[in-house]
């Protein structure tokens, strides 16, 4: 039998370790990184969207005393350091020298000896735009004649960026052409910010005399920036080290290379002093790393009975100024190809275009793998809408096409092989919470009493845990990941990760898989991370990546260390090696269960006590290339009313029901769902990124960029089912972002069930009570 008891492994809801100095105020984020003789850097940004850059004086900053340097993109010419290579092969300006494009780009860079000496400069720098027509619209940047944003590139002389496809063009024609019915939706995922608690940040400090660059970075991804650093500055790679302290939230903000990173390291290169730049919320809100901002048009065609015959999807994708964002180079608009979702379509066809406008760079992953949620977003509105027009009920249009449990492993018609599923099991558990059949009767009894109310449904299946490596890298390094584990002669142990934790609670998870493993109690095991002096080569923590990944690297080398405990094991009971069982903690001999080591026997006689010829430690390190994606799946069930008066929509009740296999740590995974659905609530009621034709930000602040507070978040009713992934050591997949990517679609499909009688088919998220009280109106139901 196996004995988990007391080492605290898999399945076992402990608290998180790292909460322990959380809660107390005692984590270590960028900005309490002090250096001696530290300087300090504030960037000037642009306060137009698109100009040519006609001058920049600065004398009169430089001769605030206390200025130690101005620096702009005339200086960093000078170094080859006034471009940048991005994550997707493009290039993006580090400080202006030809054009601002987009508003809050950096123009100049002021060192100083305090922050407030710095930002009073950044006042006395006189620069002179020369405007320039801005491009907001996607669409119409696309259009013959539209002013080059990206005039600086040789090559470019429109603003498109990209153009790729995926699936199966004429069998989807054919599809379409035998189908009853063609269901059509167009929309719009808005742009959002994931505003993470800690914004953008690092402490470069490059030493003189050695040539060491320390940098602590807010960085999703340390070692892959280590590499890009080495190549963008030509910095020899052993010299850069990149430690990352906590991260106060990430969600795919830290992935790209910022500038203030770039321009901090070339200061404290150039200056031999430390030089920190820590951005304000305002210059977050403004210039990093935005999420989705997606235009989809989609076409659904189906049988009179509601069987699915064919997908068609058009997208256009708004990347701002620079194509900065991390896709995996042979995927242009990421993976938003699972947009067959948990459906037994035989046929699809995705054409994607991406286009410059004069805004921030974005489509970081934000709380999604690589646009999988607004993948999720567009298939479940357009299963809801097909619902509507073929009056069948949008559950059973679900139930009847589903992939079903036997046709996994299950290959989609624009190319994953979907691992395992039971999505009727999914769907039917969250049915059977929300009381999904008296639901629909309340309802029209209801209705008849001039209340309005709507139930919404999302089911979703979501492809994390990138890599292979075969096929997925990150500016052509492939994403596997990394585990090395060292156990010490007491029987304690250190594990070394690849992958970044900025708040998931790895260091209590990790420990937890090392629990089962070799039976070593969790809290024995210290799990380290973020130093790339220290740790073991990974791509780092997005698109809910490190349990599939580094989790598998982590089962992989306990394994590993298990096999050798064994031999040990074999020569202190002085027995072969064939008659010795494991069970968790303990190896014994078979059929004498009292003749037993345990692991930490086996430990200290690993530094003391090893066979002859045997290689001394305990230790060893492993990179885990997975053999595919993972995809977890889930159904959520959202309850809404409208008040009749006000436009304004109230949730009711949120069901959610998600399966990500087996759970290392449940309450974790809990936490992560809880998240995930905060967000997807936000998204749909609240929460975007606009901007004025000027191309001004109406999102700077969190007065104008809502996001809500408990005080607005709807109460959760999470369940789970369990299907573990069949490749996984574990049999666990990732979770990270399954609420955000499920849960905005059931709340607009909620509101739209309650005015589906008004003829809504169609609200653009965010659902804002005015949008609701203009459909109420029109239909005569506003009172
Ligand atoms: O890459 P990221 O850590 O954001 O995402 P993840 O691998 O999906 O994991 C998020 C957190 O949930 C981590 O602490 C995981 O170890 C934990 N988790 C779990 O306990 N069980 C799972 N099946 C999946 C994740």
Not at 48 to 65: T, Y
Request: a negative charge.
């Amino acid at each position: 039998m196996a004995v988990h008891e007391g080492v605290h492994g898999i399945g076992e809801s402990i608290k998180r370790v790292e909460d322990a100095r959380f809660i107390r105020g005692k984590g270590t984020y960028v900005d309490d990184i002090v250096l001696p003789g530290m300087l300090h850097m504030f960037l000037l940004r642009s306060p137009v969207a698109h100009a040519r850059l006609v001058s920049i004086n600065a004398d009169a900053a430089l001769a605030l005393p206390g200025v130690v340097a101005v620096v702009t993109g005339k200086d960093l010419e000078a170094h080859n350091l006034a471009w940048m290579p991005t994550l997707s092969g493009d290039t993006q300006a580090v400080l202006a020298t030809d054009k601002v494009r987009f508003q809050g780009q950096e123009v100049a860079a002021v060192i100083a000896e305090s922050p407030y000496v710095a930002q009073d400069a950044l006042e006395l720098i006189e620069v002179e735009y020369d405007p320039l027509p801005v491009l907001v619209d996607p669409a119409r940047s696309l259009e013959a004649g539209a002013p080059v944003i990206r005039d600086d590139k040789e090559d470019q002389s429109s603003n498109h960026v990209y153009h790729w496809e995926s699936g199966d063009k004429d069998a989807t024609e054919r599809a379409f052409a035998q189908a009853d019915v063609v269901v059509n939706l167009r929309t719009h995922y808005p742009r959002s910010h994931p505003a993470p608690m800690e914004t953008c940040g690092i402490v470069a400090d490059v030493n003189p005399a050695t040539g060491k660059a320390t940098l602590y970075m807010t960085s999703q991804a340390p070692h892959a920036h280590r590499t890009l650093f080495a190549i963008v500055a030509g910095l020899p790679e052993q010299n850069i080290r990149i430690k990352t302290p906590d991260i106060g939230g990430g969600f795919g903000n830290k992935v790209p290379i910022y500038p203030g990173y770039v321009v901090a390291t070339a200061a404290s290169l150039l200056i031999g002093r430390p030089v920190k730049w820590v951005e304000s919320r305002q210059e977050n809100l403004i210039s990093t790393g935005f999420a989705r901002d997606y235009h989809m048009q989609g076409e659904l065609a189906l049988n009179r009975d509601g069987k699915m015959l064919g997908l068609r999807v058009k997208l256009l994708s708004d990347q701002g100024a620079f194509y900065a964002d991390a896709q995996p180079s042979k995927f242009r608009a990421g993976l938003f190809h699972i947009v067959t979702g948990s459906y037994d379509l035989p046929a699809a066809h995705v054409v994607a275009d991406g286009a410059y406008t004069n805004k921030a760079p974005g489509g970081v992953a934000y709380r999604c793998s690589f646009r999988v949620t607004e993948a999720s977003y567009l298939i479940e509105r357009l299963v809801q809408t097909a619902a509507y027009e073929l009056g069948i009920d949008p559950a059973d249009l679900r139930l009847k096409n589903f992939i079903q449990p036997e046709q996994f492993p299950y290959r989609s018609a624009t190319g994953f092989e979907y691992d395992s599923g039971d999505y009727p099991a999914a769907m039917n558990l969250a049915l059977e919470k929300v009381s999904y059949r008296d639901l629909r009767r309340e309802q029209e009894e209801m209705r008849a009493q001039g209340r309005l109310i709507g139930i919404g449904l999302a089911s979703f299946t979501e492809v994390v845990g990138a890599g292979h490596g075969k096929d997925y890298d990150i500016a052509g390094i492939k994403m596997f990941d990394s585990a090395e584990l060292r156990v010490h002669p007491t029987g304690k142990a250190i594990l070394k990760i690849g992958v970044q934790t900025q708040g998931q609670g790895h260091e209590t998870t990790f420990a937890q898989i090392v629990a089962s493993e070799l039976g070593i109690p969790s809290e024995d095991v210290l799990v380290q991370y973020g130093d790339t002096d220290n740790v073991p080569y990974g791509l780092g923590t997005y698109a809910s990546r490190s349990t599939p990944t580094a989790g598998a690297a982590t089962s992989v080398i306990s394994r590993k260390l298990r096999a050798k405990a064994k031999k040990i094991a074999a020569h202190l009971l002085e027995t072969s090696e064939e008659d010795i069982e494991w069970e968790t903690g303990r190896f014994f001999v078979r059929g004498a269960p009292d003749r037993a080591v345990t692991i930490q026997d086996t430990a200290f006689a690993a530094y003391t006590n090893m066979p002859d010829g045997m290689e001394a430690g305990l230790e060893g390190v492993h990179y885990y290339d997975p053999p595919n994606m993972t995809f977890p799946f889930g159904t959520y069930a959202v309850v809404v009313e409208i008040d009749r008066g006000t436009g304004e929509w109230k949730v009711l009740r949120m069901v959610a029901v998600d399966d990500c296999g087996v759970r290392i740590n449940p309450m974790i995974v809990e936490g992560q769902i809880h998240g995930g659905l905060t967000e997807g609530f936000a998204t749909a009621a609240m929460q975007q990124i606009a901007f004025d034709e000027d191309g001004n930000c109406l999102g700077a602040n969190f007065t104008d960029y809502l996001i809500p507070t408990a005080w607005e978040t709807p109460d959760f009713e999470t369940f789970a089912t369990v299907t573990p992934s069949p490749h996984h050591p574990i049999g666990a997949k990732g979770v990270g972002e399954s609420a955000t990517v499920g849960s905005p679609a059931a709340y607009v499909n909620a509101v739209i069930d309650a005015l589906a009688h008004a003829g809504v088919r169609n609200i653009d998220m965010p659902v804002t009570s005015a949008k609701v009280w203009e459909a109420l109106s029109q239909a005569g139901l506003a009172e």
